[in-house]
């Protein structure tokens, strides 16, 4: 929506800490001798040359430039042009030579800024607003949005990362501002709501995957870092990711890219190519299309250093994890087989070893035999598999492509509208290691046994114990994902009212395929009639193997169907300029199905999930914007929305921002949030994972352990698989939030801000606490009201013991409160010398205060641990992120460094041990494997440069991770081996080399 003013004297547009000016049409304008615009990004600021006006520097701005720049502040004074006097303190012979001709008249159009409905030429709102440019984008090499948003300090704790292959959204990237998880973010394209991405986060967080928006048509990306529920409604708690795709484009514009890293494997192919032609003002018509594509090849930990390579630790001081090893219910892909009788007659699942163990087959594809002295049941020799470096994987193949097109026609200066059309492919195959015979869920089969006469029972007339793992049965997920979006859009004014009308239909859909799990009752089969060949797998045909393990094939959906319409204008004059005012309602349909993933239990080892759910969400909003006085403006905005089955519910915010001096302003907002139940939360959907604990680390009394005389059964860590089921009483999540912020631009060359968020949630939607049901059977033996429990096979060695659980699962509840606290900091300065160099520093980071949650009736911290755990995957939340990027252009050549840098995390989450103590025991003596029991900082590098050979032709290459740094050693974090795929994921691809072309017409 635009509103168009005119304007024939010299004017600059009011930025944050713009000087107090005349009040235009709701806009502030100030009168100089002539403006200049560069676009920047991280803060919402536009940055302006004041030709003829001489900003105050002080201190505080010396001090600021000092710790940013350092020595080339000073020879920015140096070699910068003497500034001219103040307009007032102009003669009037100078006043007449800087003022413009009336035929010069400049045509101002507003936009709309993220979490406002208001359009505005001030883009400064009371709110903090990060806005990355296009050109951002091109500097910082990245070429997908979810790594130009995932880079923003403010994405912490439940933000989902890309090489998260093992995860239940397997193939997609999510965005979670302050750590609020990637439910309580809300991720829009031009401002209006997408898809949710088939397949949801940990059975339970619908969210957008930021992997099928097209980079290529992307005009700039705003991230509001403020709840915004009363604009937008449920899900606005955390803040909002607006990105905004091209209005339009002429000519001919494409790029090719090829990358590699230096340690093998990684090869990375780009190509995008965007095209259109009409001009809005002399043709009335706009049409172009863009197309992108983009391909990753795996890369193997084989391939990287140790120990983030081997699953043996010894060379760190940990102990040996590889497979293998009877006494840890796991087999290699080699197998070993023990002489054993049956705890139950009949039952092949009750085998107990009489003798020693043996390898079914020489010990090679990379096995090693180990040997364990003795001769009775636990002894012998197995093949030990180091699982991570035959068959572990850094990063999986990805394969992503997608088309955009738009046609914009002009009616007349006032009114206008669009179509837009996009379908984007994603595509994942990600390598996973071998079956284990041995599974604890949802059949028991720690203790299988191969029956006398089968062809892979080596004692005649004796059962045979047998520990193996299928490697002739490939172990793969695979995801294609589909993304249609369509958008009509009409914007236009009629008398003094600004409109804007838009419909938008976007669907996901997906299949998701899992190969080689092993069912349960193929596996029962094999082994019963001896179809299946353990010592010679090379002879099992594709028939037999399809039997053991039968693909799984589940296909999801999503959808988002939205229609909007508002209208803004101005209202009455104030002392500091038009009110003005806008509204809005919106009716969309939203409906979503996940397949059930192990439907009946047929796998082994594998969790469950299954949502479903439709709905029609209706809301209205209204904006009233304020400016009391020439230096004081406030903003007030509200919304009413309606969920069926959910009820009502009404967000309001306020804003306030003041500029007390020309180069200062303060801003702060107060507002109230909510998030609906989604539907993975809702009734008729349910989801199961498993953690691995031991009976004794779930807090089982003494009594309990003695029952089995300590026992593996007991003291050995297995699966345990805790499920959690939709709630149809479940009430929406509500939200305070608070921000306070301080604004300045000292000098014409630096701008800087600083803003306080302290965001508070309750009745937060969590999963009911298995560890009280847990313990409440270990005491009494019996199950707690409301939950389920199931229970495994009796101990083999202590038949008549309590048995342990295998399952434990109750209904989603709505929590007490969680709070978050923070400050974020960005700083931005711009040097032009006077020997044709232009100098850019931005300078962003974020730290946490604080981040508790009251978890039944107990507070717990994780700021600055790897809390909390099960929902950040082991990631963690740190307590600072930051970058700092520096920009040197010379003529045709423009080079960038950016440092990226993500503070340590302590080794301790209490949501899983309630304790702040440390709790990682791969060290000696089963301490903690680093004598700090701390994951390290990880800070590293990136350069992109660029040299523009003619107006047509640009070259490009950049390195990432250019010292080639390490990740700390993170032994904690379950989605990778020994480091943190989240936050150090560029450290495990190492230096990272790319070179391409642009090409422009």
């Known amino acids: 929506m ?132 296009a050109q951002d984008i091109a500097r910082s090499g990245f070429t997908t949005v979810s790594d130009v948003v995932r880079a923003v300090s403010a994405d912490n704790s439940g933000t989902i990362p890309p090489s998260f292959y093992a995860g239940f959204a397997a193939g997609s990237a999510g965005v979670a501002l302050r750590g609020l998880t990637v439910n309580s973010t809300l991720v829009l394209i031009d401002g209006k709501r997408a898809a949710s991405y088939p397949l949801v986060d940990d059975g339970i967080r619908s969210f957008v995957d930021l992997q099928t928006i097209p980079l290529a048509a992307v005009e700039r990306i705003e991230v509001l870092k403020d709840g915004a529920s009363s604009i937008y409604g449920s899900d606005a708690i955390a803040g909002v990711v607006n990105v905004i795709l091209k209005p339009s484009f002429q000519g001919v514009q494409g790029s090719a890219e090829v990358g590699n890293s230096q340690h093998g494997g990684g090869f990375h192919k780009n190509a995008t190519l965007v095209a259109g032609m009409g001009d809005l003002d002399t043709d009335h018509y706009n049409v172009y299309f863009s197309a992108e594509w983009e391909q990753d090849q795996p890369i193997r930990l084989r391939d990287r250093d140790y120990p983030f390579n081997s699953q043996n630790l010894t060379g760190i001081g940990g102990p040996d994890l590889r497979v293998g090893n009877p006494l840890n219910t796991n087999g290699s ?149 589909h993304n249609l979006r369509a958008v009509l859009d009409l914007q236009g004014t009629f008398g003094d009212w600004n409109y804007e009308a838009s419909v938008a239909g976007n669907r996901q859909w997906m299949q998701y395929t899992n190969l080689g799990l092993i069912s349960y009752q193929g596996l029962l089969n094999a082994i019963t009639n001896g179809t299946y060949n353990f010592a010679n797998p090379a002879s099992n045909s594709a028939s037999v193997r399809n039997s053991v393990s039968p693909p799984d094939i589940a296909n999801n959906h999503a959808d988002m169907d939205v229609f909007d319409f508002s209208v803004n204008r101005e209202l009455f004059d104030l002392a500091g300029g038009p009110a003005g005012f806008a509204s809005g309602v919106q009716f969309r349909h939203e409906a979503q199905l996940q397949q059930e993933l192990n439907p009946g239990g047929i796998y082994q080892g594998l969790g469950d999930t299954f949502i479903t759910g439709a709905r029609n969400v209706s809301g209205i909003y209204a904006e009233f ?269 423009s080079l960038t460094a950016t440092i990226y840098f993500t503070s340590k995390e302590y080794e301790s989450a209490e949501d899983v041990t309630g304790t702040v103590k440390c709790f990682d025991a791969l060290g000696p003596n089963g301490g903690p494997l680093a004598g700090n029991c701390t994951m390290s900082s990880f800070t590293y590098g990136n350069l992109v440069g660029s040299y523009k050979f003619n107006d047509h032709i640009t070259f490009t290459a950049s390195v990432d991770n250019v010292t080639d740094r390490k990740p700390p050693i993170d032994p904690l974090n379950y989605a990778a081996n020994l480091y943190n795929p989240t936050y150090d994921f560029a450290g495990i691809v190492g230096r990272f080399w790319n070179v391409g072309v642009k090409v422009k017409f």
Not at 794 to 809: I, N, S, Y
Not at 859 to 868: C, D, I, L
Not at 873 to 886: D, F, I, L, M, V
């Open 625 to 893: 914007d304020a400016p009391l006085l020439e230096n004081l403006e406030m903003d007030a905005s509200g919304r009413f929305d309606h969920y069926p089955r959910v009820g009502n519910n009404f967000s309001p915010k306020v804003g306030l921002k003041w500029k007390p001096f020309d180069w200062v302003a303060l801003r702060a907002t107060y507002s109230k949030g909510f998030r609906a139940p989604q539907f993975g939360e809702s009734a008729g959907s349910f989801s199961a994972g498993f953690v691995n604990s031991s009976v004794e680390g779930q807090g089982a009394p003494a009594s309990f352990l003695a029952a089995h005389g300590n026992s593996n059964y007991v003291t050995i860590p297995y699966a345990l698989e805790e499920g959690s089921a939709g709630n149809p009483n479940l009430k929406p999540e509500k939200s305070q939030s608070f921000t306070a912020g301080l604004v300045i631009q000292p000098v014409s060359w630096l701008n800087a801000s600083i803003d306080y968020y302290n965001i508070r949630k309750s009745n937060v939607i969590v999963p009911a606490d298995p560890g009280v049901a847990l313990l409440n059977y270990y005491q009494t033996g019996t199950v707690l009201p409301g939950y389920t429990m199931q229970f495994d096979t009796p101990d083999p060695l202590h038949p008549t013991a309590p048995l342990r659980p295998v399952f434990v699962g109750a209904d989603y509840i709505n929590g007490n409160w969680l709070k978050t606290t923070g400050v974020d900091l960005d700083l931005q300065a711009h040097f032009t010398f006077g020997n044709g160099i232009t100098y850019i520093s931005e300078l962003q980071g974020t730290q946490i205060f604080e981040w508790k949650e009251d978890v039944a009736g107990e507070v717990e911290s994780y700021v600055g641990t790897q809390g909390p755990y099960n929902l950040s995957s082991g990631a963690g939340t740190p307590r600072t992120r930051a970058n700092w990027a520096n920009t040197v252009e010379y003529g045709p050549f």
């Open 333 to 481: 892909t080699i197998g070993t087989v023990a002489p054993a009788t049956l705890g139950t007659p009949g039952n092949l699942l009750t085998g107990v070893a009489t003798g020693p163990f043996q390898p079914l087959r020489p010990c090679t594809d990379g096995t090693q035999a180990v040997t364990v002295p003795g001769t009775g049941p636990g002894t012998g020799t197995y093949c030990a598999q180091d699982n991570a470096y035959q068959y572990g994987f850094a990063q999986q193949y990805t394969n992503r492509g997608g088309l955009y097109a738009r046609y914009t026609f002009k009616f007349n200066d006032t009114t206008r509208a669009y179509a837009s059309l996009s379908y984007y492919e994603s595509q994942l195959h990600a390598n996973g290691t071998p079956s284990q015979i041995q599974s604890g869920v949802p059949n028991n089969t720690d203790t299988i046994t191969l029956p006398p006469g089968n062809p892979s029972n080596p004692f005649p007339g004796q059962y045979a114990l047998i520990n193996y793992a299928f490697g002739d049965i490939p172990t793969a997920t695979d995801t294609d994902t």
């Open 2 to 133: 635009r509103n168009n003013l005119r304007i024939v004297n010299y004017l600059s547009i009011g930025t944050r800490c713009g000087r107090p000016g005349t009040r235009i049409g709701g806009v502030r304008i100030h009168f100089h001798r002539r403006i200049e615009r560069v676009t920047h990004k991280r803060l919402n600021l536009s940055w302006f040359h004041f030709g003829g006006v001489e900003m105050k520097r002080n201190k505080l701005a010396l001090s600021l430039a000092g710790l940013l720049l350092g020595p080339a502040a000073g020879v920015a004074f140096a070699q910068s042009a003497p500034a001219a006097a103040p307009l007032d303190q102009q003669t009037p012979a100078q006043q007449q030579q800087a003022a413009p001709a009336p035929s010069n008249a400049k045509q101002l159009q507003t936009i709309t800024v993220t979490g406002s409905a208001l359009p505005r030429v001030d883009t400064e709102t009371p709110s903090p607003v990060t806005v990355i440019t």
